[in-house]
């Protein structure tokens, strides 16, 4: 096998590259707006069961993702609750689809969203939302004129670790989706396949590196942002 043989990707690898960066994407743009509400709501408001809506945002981080994923599976399958409800009614098929892919992602990287998003409002100056009520600025137009705009670059920065997140998610994502090429076979998914191919060292590389590439870039602005808000000198 030729050095160009071995970097060259196949069509296969490309839309697996292609699908993963949609389902990333997708699952960290639709994963914003909820994100941003419960991260001010758990940043500036009190109220009964604050403690459970935290550590409801927080358990995809602690449970096994399968166990999501076949959750995801009971309650949006075709069967499922919510999933035949939306099957029925609207045409819309999460299970085995690449949009359930995205909604799997946009559950286990929510929790990285929210945390990143809440301390970033934690950390915006209160004083300066209280002086433009007391002018009389509105609730909402001193989130979106105040609150917002100081608090922008861990909103971002938590956009960028839940797209990281998604891009390698793989337990939660085969068990709703499955591993079907074209559809819903993302990086990691395909290179659980590969490792079932004889010969597939090459392929598993070559999307490996991608991964990590992206990653990487991923985790580094992510950082930067996060030390913007700082007003840290290094970027």
Known sequence: MTATATIAFTPEELTAIALSLKVATAAALCSLPPGIAIGWLLARKRFPGKALLDALVHLPLVLPPVVLGYALLVGF???????????????????????????????????????????????????????????????????????????????????????????????????FVSNIPGETQTISSAIYGLLQVPGGEAGIWRLAAVAIAISLAALLASEWLVRRQQGGDEA
């Open 77 to 175: 399958g075709t069967r499922g609750a919510i999933g035949g409800w939306l099957h029925e009614y609207l045409g819309v098929t999460l299970a085995f689809r690449w949009t359930g892919a995205a909604l799997a992602c946009a559950v286990m990287g929510f929790p990285l969203m929210v945390r990143s998003i809440r301390l970033s409002i934690e950390a915006t100056d209160r004083r300066l939302e209280q002086a433009a009520a007391t002018l009389g600025a509105t609730p909402w137009r001193v989130f979106l004129g105040i609150t917002l705009p100081l608090a922008w670059p861990g909103i971002v920065a938590g956009a960028v670790l839940a797209f990281a997140k998604a891009l390698g998610e793989f337990g939660a994502t085969i068990t």
